[in-house]
């Protein structure tokens, strides 16, 4: 049977490279998985010590609230002061959300009246096109950039005949990597202030930042919360993927509709893992630094051993995330046939770009989730794959071996 909303859905294009990956290894073959921003190191000890205290009491295993705890929501309040100084109402500013994806897509849900028109970033992490038109928006892709996107999306509301009902930025980007300065929030906030035009701001990965300057909030921009919610995760910031804990912050009319419809949905997340995440964020922050420190090292790993390879990888400002333009030898192929063959013919694994949208071929993105070691051994892989004469001369016949 089809669908409706199932057919608004593309084929999966992760999916080609996953069904790859699983055949490989069931043969015994040895993978370097560098495809899904997937964290590899443990949650730090004392917010585990904290969940193991809490699930031993036994009324935290009742259902909790579906908001999120007050501990928690305040413990976010007081992460915003800090580190951007903005000060936000726990009780009508900030929700919990199962991860910042499903707070996404329950707001998409929330907010959206059937045709809402709906602009993205092209190419784009995919839960922000896809979770609006799950719930029925038509969607513009702009072109990903600092100033294209913000020269685009301007061009696109003063010239075109409908008004979009929200933009969604996501800086640090993902997948580009790229990252802005409060500079271009002063200026779409401005914007959209004008248009009446609600801004969703992506922020997750940003305190995963290699230069000085970390990377700001637009909540920091005055008056943003009259048109602006902003979304957050635990799971890079604090290694945590797999406890689905993240925020919504900002505007309260958007906060109290993503609030109401969570309430029809979920209970929120278990309360032992709510309180080890207020644990996380109001306790030592160093945990947070060595992680950034280790992204960072093996984001030059990476950058150098590839660029020996012979494959030139711009090193990234911020995330976990390098954005590869494919070698020039591949580039016939496009993203997700050379993805494909890297994995075959050299048993390295990246998301094909196009996965992010159409302004994503020509890329891949590979997620710094191998430690160094592995890095410079997927280097080795590459350097004799990009060397190999009949690959080169014909990749396509290779492909259908």
Known sequence: MDFHRIKQLPPYVFAQVNALKDKARAAGVDIIDFGMGNPDQPTPKHIVDKLIEAAQNPRAHRYSASRGIQGLRRAQAAYYARRFGVELDPESEIVVTIGSKEGLANLASAMTAPHDLIVTPDPSYPIH?????????????????????????????????????AVIVNYPANPTAEVVGLDFYGEIVDFCRFHNIYILSDIAYSEIYFDDVPPPSILQIPRAKDIAIEFTSMSKTYSMPGWRIGFAAGNRELIKALTRIKSYLDYGAFTPIQVAATAALNGPQDCVDEMRALYKGRRDVLVQSMAAAGWDIPPPKASMFAWAPIPAAFAHLGSLEFSKLLLTEAAVAVSAGVAFGPNGEGFVRIALVENEQRIRQAARSVKKFLASPVLQAAPKKVLAL
């Open 129 to 165: 096109p896809y979770g609006f038109i799950i719930a029925g928006a038509e969607i513009l892709g702009v072109p990903q950039g600092p100033d294209g996107f913000l020269r685009g999306f301007r061009e696109l509301v003063e010239k075109g005949d409908r008004k979009p009902a």
